[in-house]
Each structure stands twice: as C-alpha cells, then as structure tokens.
C-alpha cells in the first residue's frame, strides 16, 4: 500500500474531475487538484485554505453542517458546479 500512495496521489492531482479535500469541521480547503485551480480564476495558493463556501455556488456556510452529517451517515450527495470566480 505505501508503494502505491504516489500512484493514487498523482492520479487525484491528474484527474479531470474536480478534488477539494475538505476540513469537515470548518470548511476549509486543505488540498485542491489541478482541475480544481483550471476551473477557476484562482491560484492553488489563493484556493488552499480559504473556506469553500467563500467560492460561490460550492455550498452556503449555513448549509455545512447539514451537508458534513449527511456525507458521514453514507447518503449519496449531488455536487454542484458553476462558474469561475464569480461561484463554480
């Protein structure tokens, strides 16, 4: 398994789908892929530990809670995506 974690790194930073690792307990941004910086105006230092739902459509602050006890109970969440800056 240790072997393999620069293989699954690589492959989440390579990825075309978007990767945010989130702290579940503030919201804030603790890793981001290169789709994630390409699918916005920001830089991977701008987007790195800021709180995601100072992105825009991510989700609402207000939500969070709700959406981090959902994750943890196993429900099947839709992600939502948008624009650039201005909210994706």
């Known amino acids: 398994m240790e ?3 620069p293989m699954i790194g ?12 989130l702290d579940p307990d503030t919201g804030r941004i ?3 892929n ?3 910086v ?6 991977r230092n701008e987007l790195v530990g800021s709180l995601v739902w100072d992105l825009g459509q991510v989700i609402e602050e207000s939500c969070w809670v709700d959406f981090v ?3 943890s ?5 839709a992600a939502s995506h948008g624009e650039r ?3 994706w």
């Open 34 to 36: 290169r789709s994630a």
């Open 30 to 32: 603790l890793s981001i």
């Open 10 to 21: 690589s492959s989440i930073e390579n990825a075309a789908d978007i990767f945010l690792l």
């Open 38 to 43: 390409d699918a916005t105006d920001y830089s």
């Open 3 to 5: 072997n393999e974690l």
């Open 69 to 71: 006890k959902q994750l």
């Open 73 to 77: 109970s196993g429900k099947s969440l």
């Open 85 to 87: 800056s201005e909210g």
